[in-house]
Structure formats: structure tokens, C-alpha cells
């Protein structure tokens, strides 16, 4: 999931919500630091409101991941878009296709959600401006020994940008993409990867309610690859 999917329910509750783009908001700013459900879990209960808040949120990330990437629909889109990627790419036989296959389901899954519901990603941008930002790196910090300075700086940086909005114009997605390609170090797309995007949105489209559908987590084995 990305962080519209995570979220978006939560809008009422800023440092749960906040805490559901933790994990995320640190492959950006701090990779060292890894914060699993395991941590989150000991503070959950925590007397401080925010901590416990935040401790939850991170908690939800990670068990909506673990079955995110278990159900039917996310191992045959990605894998579909991993196929569709590498013909783009010349048959690039790298990591590159694969990484795309992965987050172009979770991209394009929060573009469907957002068109849906546009009032609603207005209302998750406006519970990330309303919070504290230091105390949201405050929490982090408590459970992740430290870790997570640069998230006070960040999260601020990260609303003002708006840039999920842009997952919902092709061109725009394809600057948001080799923006996380320069990010971990993977090249640049070709102008032309963007014709895949109009049936890749159609393809995601049409199985958002199986990827957000928990009961439809299967074991791995079970999944019908061809």
C-alpha cells in the first residue's frame, strides 16, 4: 500500500495517521532506521496520547502490508506490470521492471482512491498540516532509539508538496516515478514508459476493491502466476 490507502481513514485522527506513513516517510529521510510492528507494539498503550497514536498507526501499516502483498490481485498486477515494464525497457532483465511492477500497483491504487474521493485526500493533507511534527519525530525517536531526526523538517516539506495529486496525471506520475528511481539508485525512465500507464490505471481500477479486500489474502503458493 502507499500512503493514500494507509491513511485515507483516518483523517480524524492526525498522529494515526501520521504513524501509518512512518515507515515510509523513513525509507525517504532515514533508511538506517527501521521501525517494525514488534517496536510499535510496546507503546501502543503508552500513557503519552501521541506516542500511543503514532505507536498504532505504524502497527496498521504493517499488518495492511502483510496482506496487501499476500492477496491474488497484487501478485498478478504487479507481476502483469513487471512484464509490461520490461518490454518497455528494451527486455531489461535488472531489478528495474520488478520494482516498477511493485509500486505502480500502489501508486495507481491510491490514483484510483483519490479520483473517487477527491474531498477526502483535501482532509488527509489538512490532518498532516494540523499535527506537530516534533512530536511525531519525538515518538519516532522513542521507538526507533533515536532514530528518525529528520522527520520534524520533513513532514512539513512533505504536505507542502501535495504531491500526491500528481498520481492522478500520467505526465506528472512519470516526474514522481523517476524521482523514486533517483531515490534508490535505479535509471531514469524513457520518456515512452508512459504509454503503459493508461491500461495500467485501467487494470488497477478494476481490481481496487480485491487489493483492499484483506479476505482475499491467499498463501503465496496459491497464487496463479500465468
Same mark, same amino acid.
Given at each position: ?36 510492528? !514488534? $517496536?510499535?507494539?510496546?507503546? *501502543? ?19 495492511? @502490508? ?25 527486455? @531489461?532483465?535488472?531489478? !528495474? ?38 512530536? *511525531? ?46 531515490? *534508490?539508485?535505479?535509471? $531514469? ?5 508512459? @504509454?503503459?500507464?493508461?491500461?495500467? !490505471? $485501467?487494470? *488497477?481500477?478494476?481490481? $481496487? ?18
Amino acid at each position: 500500500m502507499n500512503y493514500f490507502a494507509h491513511g485515507r481513514e483516518f483523517v480524524d485522527e492526525p498522529y494515526f495517521l501520521a504513524g501509518t506513513a512512518v515507515p515510509d516517510w523513513l525509507n525517504v529521510v532515514d533508511r538506517p532506521t527501521r521501525i517494525r510492528s !514488534r $517496536q510499535a507494539l510496546e507503546y *501502543v498503550e503508552a500513557a503519552d496520547p501521541c506516542l500511543a497514536a503514532v505507536a498504532r498507526g505504524i502497527v496498521r501499516h504493517c499488518q495492511d @502490508d502483510g496482506w496487501f502483498h499476500s492477496t491474488r490481485a497484487f501478485a498478478e498486477l504487479s507481476m502483469e506490470l513487471t512484464r509490461g515494464a520490461r518490454d518497455l525497457l528494451a527486455q @531489461d532483465a535488472g531489478f !528495474r521492471p520488478h520494482f516498477l511492477g511493485h509500486i505502480l500497483v500502489e501508486m495507481l491504487l491510491d490514483a484510483a482512491l483519490i479520483a473517487a474521493d477527491p474531498a477526502r485526500l483535501e482532509a488527509w493533507y489538512a490532518a498532516l498540516d494540523g499535527l506537530d511534527p516534533e512530536r *511525531v519525530r519525538e515518538a519516532v525517536g522513542t521507538m526507533g532509539r533515536g532514530g528518525g531526526q529528520r522527520l520534524a523538517v520533513f513532514i512539513p516539506l512533505f504536505s507542502r508538496e501535495r504531491f500526491l495529486w500528481d498520481y492522478l496525471d500520467d505526465a506528472k506520475l512519470m516526474i514522481r516515478l523517476n524521482q523514486v528511481m533517483r531515490r *534508490v539508485e535505479l535509471p $531514469q525512465l524513457p520518456r515512452h514508459f508512459a @504509454d503503459l500507464l493508461p491500461n495500467a !490505471r $485501467q487494470l *488497477v481500477t478494476e481490481r $481496487q476493491a480485491e487489493l483492499l479486500t484483506a479476505a482475499a489474502a491467499v498463501e503465496p503458493e496459491k497464487v496463479i502466476t500465468a
